[in-house]
């Protein structure tokens, strides 16, 4: 008798995992922007980088009494004599970390790409592009009339969200201008 209950509750359970379907809407960007739609090749990046260095510096210790006590048996009997120790400089080194801006090329092999859809979604390819992996769509935004942005969608927890990142299209050639605090920029030229 046991042996039926559990397998009809095996049953009644895998029928409905296999029922399981995800509700979750499919979403689309909309048609994407001619100007941008394409495969672009990653060639130049400029961002910030910290870099460590250390400074020598010394201090002066002045004289003073150091004081020596006897420990016996696990304990500090008394004190035992104090000698003078002379004043003296002492080296140490401090750790300075600096932020520093530096430019990186990128040679045509191994390609670093991009590619736009006109479906409005968005492919990327390379090691360096893994800031973009999880980025499945994107639109261009021309809400302000002086300045392009470029909306990329993060699809997670059933949730899709977008951020905006300034964009430049100047014939061939494409520049992507993160949110940084400083000047940063990824340029790209198109891949005939």
Not at 33 to 55: F, M, Q, S
Not at 165 to 180: F, N
């Amino acid at each position: 008798m046991k042996k039926v209950f559990y397998l009809s509750l095996t049953l009644f359970l895998a029928s409905l995992l296999v029922n399981c379907k995800d509700t979750t809407a499919a979403f689309s960007p909309g048609a994407g922007d001619a100007r941008i739609t394409g495969t672009w090749r990653l060639v130049e990046r400029l961002y910030p980088i910290n870099v460590d260095y250390y400074v020598q510096d010394s201090f002066y210790v002045a004289e003073h009494y150091k004081k020596d006590s006897l420990f016996q048996n696990g304990l500090f009997v008394g004190i035992k004599d104090s000698v003078l120790v002379p004043g003296q400089y002492q080296k140490t080194s401090i750790k300075v970390t600096k932020s520093v801006d530096t430019t990186r090329q990128y040679a045509a092999n191994p390609a670093q790409t991009l590619t736009f859809g006109t479906d409005g979604q968005l492919t990327s390819e390379g090691a360096e592009m893994t800031y973009y992996l999880p980025t499945k769509y994107y639109r261009v935004d021309t809400t302000y009339p002086d300045s392009l942005f470029l909306n990329l969608y993060i699809s997670t927890n059933r949730t899709t969200v977008a951020f905006a990142q300034g964009v430049k299209i100047e014939a061939q050639t494409l520049t992507i201008l993160p949110r940084c605090e400083r000047a940063c920029y990824s340029k790209f030229v198109r891949v005939p």
